[in-house]
C-alpha cells in the first residue's frame, strides 16, 4: 500500500471539505493520471501502486507542467495558476538533493564503475536507483560522464 496515494487521496478529500476549487483540481487529475498508471500496470487499484511509481507519475505530471509554462510565458500569457499547480505537486516528492550531495553521490559511484571496468550503463542504472526523483537525471548524468573522464 502506497503511503503517497494515501496522503494525496487524504489531500484530496481535505480539499473538498475546505472548498480549495485549484487544489481539488490538481489532486483529482494527479489521481486520474494515477489511475492510467494502474491500468498500464495491470493493477486492480491505485493503492497497489508502489510510491516509487506514484513520485514517477507526479514527476512526469511536473515536466509536463514545466513545458507548459514555458510556452505560456512564450505567448506572454499569465502562469501562475500553472505554478501553483507545480508547487503542490512538488510537496508529494522527496526533498529534492543538493549539488553537493548529489556531487558526493556521483563520485562513490564513478569510483565504483571505474573499478569495475568504467561501464557508463551500469553507472547510469546504479545512479537512477540512487537517486531517484531526488534530482535531475539530465544534470547527474552529465555529472557522471564528467567524473568518468577524469
Request: hydrophobic fraction near 35%; avoid cysteine.
Amino acid at each position: 500500500m502506497s503511503r503517497l496515494i494515501d496522503q494525496i487521496k487524504k489531500d484530496r478529500i481535505t480539499a473538498m471539505k475546505s472548498g480549495d476549487k485549484e487544489k481539488l483540481s490538481t489532486l483529482r487529475l494527479l489521481i486520474s493520471k494515477l489511475e492510467k498508471e494502474k491500468v498500464a500496470n495491470k493493477l486492480t487499484d491505485i493503492s497497489e501502486l508502489s510510491d516509487t511509481q506514484a513520485e514517477r507519475v507526479v514527476v512526469k505530471s511536473i515536466k509536463e507542467l514545466d513545458k507548459e509554462i514555458e510556452a505560456y510565458k512564450n505567448v506572454n500569457r499569465d502562469t501562475l495558476s500553472q505554478e501553483a499547480e507545480k508547487e503542490l505537486l512538488s510537496t508529494y516528492l522527496p526533498k529534492p538533493l543538493t549539488t553537493d550531495e548529489l556531487k558526493v553521490i556521483v563520485q562513490e559511484i564513478a569510483t565504483k564503475t571505474a573499478e569495475s571496468g568504467n561501464n557508463i550503463g551500469l553507472a547510469m542504472k546504479e545512479l537512477k536507483a540512487t537517486i531517484g526523483s531526488r534530482a535531475d537525471m539530465g544534470a547527474a548524468s552529465k555529472m557522471l560522464k564528467e567524473e568518468l573522464n577524469k
